[in-house]
């Protein structure tokens, strides 16, 4: 009974994530009891929080996010996808999914992440089928490491040059977009580090 055992029993025998069931319509707090001691109070806090934990596992929502897993982008890359709607950012809250790679579609187009892509093209049509989504929006940013590995650091070394090795990647993920899913509207750009983003493609 180490703790990785003991982490390990819910997700092997009845655990379930609302957005791959979708005859699971109740996102109930027994669904998120993975942590055990604490998971009462923490569940409670975030219903009251979040109006959007009622609602049901597939329908009609709004987009899928992608983006980078640099920490630095998190609240950014929020707030932006609700300017981007022009509609209170509470009720864009739980209206999208969200994909979070490093590079964002670069880890989803560059073949220096290969391995990587089937998962996020996969996730993309589960999302398409259980959400309904009309639109991906994908965003890059400015000094993102996963980007430097994939192009080098000489092709980022400058602004002009990192928008100029960002747009290719970007423009390969729009048109890997309209083969997949044809569909979909995308949104492509790349985020400063203020959060203004420069739109591409
Ligand atoms: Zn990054």
């Known amino acids: 009974m180490t703790p990785i055992q003991a982490l390990d029993t819910p997700h092997s025998s009845a655990y379930s994530c609302a957005c791959c069931n979708p005859n699971n319509l109740s996102t109930g707090p027994s669904r998120r009891g993975f942590l055990g001691l604490g998971a009462a109070a923490l569940t409670g806090g975030l219903l009251a929080m979040s109006p959007g934990q009622s609602q049901a596992a597939s329908g009609n929502y709004e987009a899928m996010l992608l983006n ?41 187009v560059h073949p220096k992440f290969a391995a990587w892509h089937n998962t996020f093209w996969e996730n993309l049509d589960i999302s ?74």
């Open 68 to 108: 980078c897993i640099d920490p630095r982008f998190t609240t950014l890359s929020w707030q932006y996808m609700g300017l981007l709607h022009g509609i209170a950012r509470d009720k864009l809250n739980d209206n999208y999914s969200q994909f979070v790679i490093a590079g964002g579609p670069i880890g989803a």
């Open 128 to 201: 398409v089928s259980l959400h309904h989504i009309p639109r991906v929006v994908a965003l890059t940013h400015r000094d993102c490491g996963a980007a430097k590995l994939a192009f080098g650091e000489a092709k980022v070394a400058t602004k002009e040059d990192e928008t100029h090795a960002h747009a290719e990647a970007l423009m390969a993920f729009r048109a890997a977009v309209s083969k997949r899913q044809p569909k979909l509207s995308v949104i492509t750009g790349i985020m400063d580090l203020n959060g203004k983003v420069d739109l591409i493609g």
